[in-house]
């Protein structure tokens, strides 16, 4: 049962243009939600967070959205440039109630920025 | 500030030996995170340490898998005997609290392949 999906497993943008990443969660407890980068041979590092009281949360080029009532967020990036060219992980925490800092992660999606 | 290093980065054993993987986290952090990515597939939560106690391990897959953290500073983690199905890449995490506004700092992983 998996709690949080990222159901594009890759996306292919060109440099310069917008990149839109998704991820969908279905336990309500969650509270909230942050956005790592991977690359390859290295551990993920931290994006961007948004907690659940707030809606959008914008960081130089990346800015998240949170639509709670739908159970979706989504983190924009733009504009893209080739170093942005990862895997993205979307995860999930529920602070409020369980107050460990354990992360539920999607699949990750792989994002490749052409030049 | 020196980040999470993990220890080896890869291992190769034949099924049924045994592996000890090594997490030193960050200088200070209470909170020590095993996950585990298999087949490219999410990254899953094993367990957490506060310390040098065990906060939560839901997520270890069964008692053939051993995590410590004596006197609270580095952690290792070992499989003993190894299953084929062990195989992935095993992240460590750590962070200063277990709340908001304190995302997880990974290492870079040990890649895990049992034959």
């Known amino acids: 049962d998996q709690q949080v999906k990222q159901n594009s497993p890759s996306l292919s943008v060109q440099e310069g243009r917008i990149s839109i990443l998704n991820c969908d969660y279905t336990n309500s407890m969650f509270d909230y939600f942050l956005w790592y980068k991977k690359y390859p041979a290295e551990g993920p590092t931290f994006l961007i967070s948004?907690?659940?009281?707030?809606d959008k949360n914008e960081d130089g080029r990346f800015t998240v959205f949170l639509n709670k009532s739908a159970k979706h967020l989504s983190l924009h990036i733009v504009p893209s440039q080739p170093g942005d060219s990862a895997v993205y992980f979307c995860?999930?925490?529920?602070?409020?109630?369980?107050?460990?800092?354990?992360?539920?992660f999607g699949q990750g999606t792989t994002l490749q920025v052409k030049p | 500030e020196a980040g999470v290093t993990q220890f080896p980065s890869h291992s190769v054993i034949e099924k049924g030996q045994t592996v000890t993987l090594r997490c030193d986290p960050i200088?200070?952090?209470?909170?020590l995170y095993w996950y585990r990515r298999v087949m490219g597939k999410e990254i899953k939560f094993l367990l957490h340490f506060v310390k040098e106690s065990k906060q939560d391990e839901s997520g270890m897959p069964n008692n053939r898998f051993l995590a410590e953290r004596t006197g609270g500073t580095y952690s290792t983690l070992k499989v003993q005997p190894a299953e084929l199905e062990d195989s992935g890449v095993y992240f460590c995490?750590?962070?200063?609290?277990?709340?908001?506004?304190?995302?997880?700092?990974f290492g870079n992983g040990t890649r895990l392949t049992v034959t």
């Open positions: 995860a999930a925490s529920a602070y409020g109630s369980s107050n460990t800092g354990k992360l539920i």
């Open positions: 948004i907690s659940s009281i707030k």
């Open positions: 200088s200070g952090h209470d909170n």
């Open positions: 995490a750590s962070s200063q609290v277990a709340g908001f506004n304190s995302p997880l700092h």
